[in-house]
């Protein structure tokens, strides 16, 4: 429980000082910029079932840009549910989108809490540590991807950064993946429909879990 509250108040405090400083939009979220927020929504975009109207949470839903994205894209044919750990950004996405009626913000402090959908998916979450010590960091990763799991009717996605990356780039607090080794997690606990996205020229990489 500790451990849990030691990540969620770095997490509040580095979101925090990011949402003041630049205000809503990718860079207010930890992205340098649209055009890289933008390539991860692709990627896990292709997680959906085009075909039917679905249910989504967006684990980590920031300020609404996914829920813009998806609303562009699939022209309000799903009902979408938005959680972040963060008033401030929840409050900002509800003056953004809160008139929608296809779309709910929800505070959580857990991936436990979320509530049942077709798919989930969670983009930039798993980036920033900080000090957390990378073992304690992966458990954290292997629980909310249980829950998302358990919370997915028809699939989840995620992305995180690569393992692969060039070493003289790699930052401390950031936390860089083996990509083969979530993949290996999701093949034997949850599906036998994975794929493993590493090739749209990003320092990082996207698992797709179909049911």
């Not at 959908?117 to 292997?142: C, M, P, Q, R, V």
Request: with cysteine; hydrophobic share 35%; glycine share 6%.
């Amino acid at each position: 429980m500790q451990q849990v509250k030691t990540i969620k108040s770095n997490l509040e405090n580095y979101y925090e000082e990011h949402l003041k400083s630049y205000g809503p939009g990718a860079m207010g979220v930890g992205w340098k910029n649209e055009a890289a927020q933008q390539i991860r929504f692709d990627q896990l975009a292709r997680i959906i079932d085009r075909t039917s109207r679905f249910t989504l949470n967006d684990l980590g839903c920031g300020v609404g840009d996914c829920y813009s994205y998806f609303t562009a894209a699939y022209a309000g044919n799903f009902q979408y549910f938005g959680y972040d750990m963060l008033e401030s950004m929840l409050t900002m996405a509800n003056t953004r989108f809160g008139s929608s009626e296809n779309v709910d913000w929800i505070k959580i402090d857990n991936a436990e809490e979320l509530l049942p959908a077709d798919y989930t998916i969670a983009s930039g979450i798993f980036n920033l540590k900080y000090t957390i010590d990378e073992s304690d960091w992966n458990n954290y990763i292997i629980e909310t991807l249980h829950h998302m799991n358990q919370k997915s009717k028809r699939g989840f996605a995620f992305n995180m950064l690569t393992g692969y990356s060039d070493k003289e780039f790699m930052k401390e607090e950031l936390f860089y993946a083996d990509p083969l080794y979530f993949f290996d997690i999701c093949k034997r606990a949850y599906s036998r429909n994975v794929a493993l996205l590493h090739d749209y020229n990003e320092y990082d990489f996207t698992i797709l879990v179909r049911k």
